[in-house]
């Protein structure tokens, strides 16, 4: 029910946007979050939308990511500028009914409570 794509191989400074198509559930209920893994490293949350609007980001990517949401098509995207080798990760959607506001972005790595999660896609910034 959630699908990331949009990923792949870039040079440092370069550009990605990466979309999360969503289907199954009441989209304008849901806040709809961007993740990314790196290997041997926890997961961490990069961005979420709320359907009021707000958007919330994580400090090392402000300035240089967009979220966005659009109703209509179910899908939600994140905008990467002036990418850097340590963006390097497989980016994953997630949407949940009750996390609003930035709360998504405070979760635990660990945190197994999420409504939906997608399939990630591999984002790959050389230098």
């Known amino acids: 029910q959630l699908q990331a794509s949009g990923g792949g191989l870039v040079q440092a400074g370069g550009s990605l946007r990466l979309t999360c198509t969503t289907s199954g559930f009441s989209f304008d209920d849901y806040v709809i979050g961007w993740f990314r893994q790196a290997p041997g490293k926890e997961r961490e949350a990069v961005a979420c939308?709320?359907?009021?609007?707000?958007?919330y980001y994580r400090d090392s990517v402000k300035g240089r990511f967009t979220i966005s949401r659009d109703a209509a098509k179910g899908a939600v995207y994140l905008q990467m500028n002036g990418l850097r080798p340590e963006d390097t990760a497989v980016y994953s959607c997630?949407?949940?009914?009750?996390?609003?506001?930035?709360?998504?972005?405070?979760?635990?790595?660990?945190?197994?409570?999420?409504?939906?999660w997608g399939k990630g896609t591999q984002v790959t910034v050389s230098s």
């Open positions: 997630a949407a949940d009914a009750r996390l609003f506001g930035e709360s998504m972005l405070m979760v635990s790595s660990d945190y197994g409570g999420m409504d939906y």
């Open positions: 939308n709320n359907p009021d609007g707000r958007v």
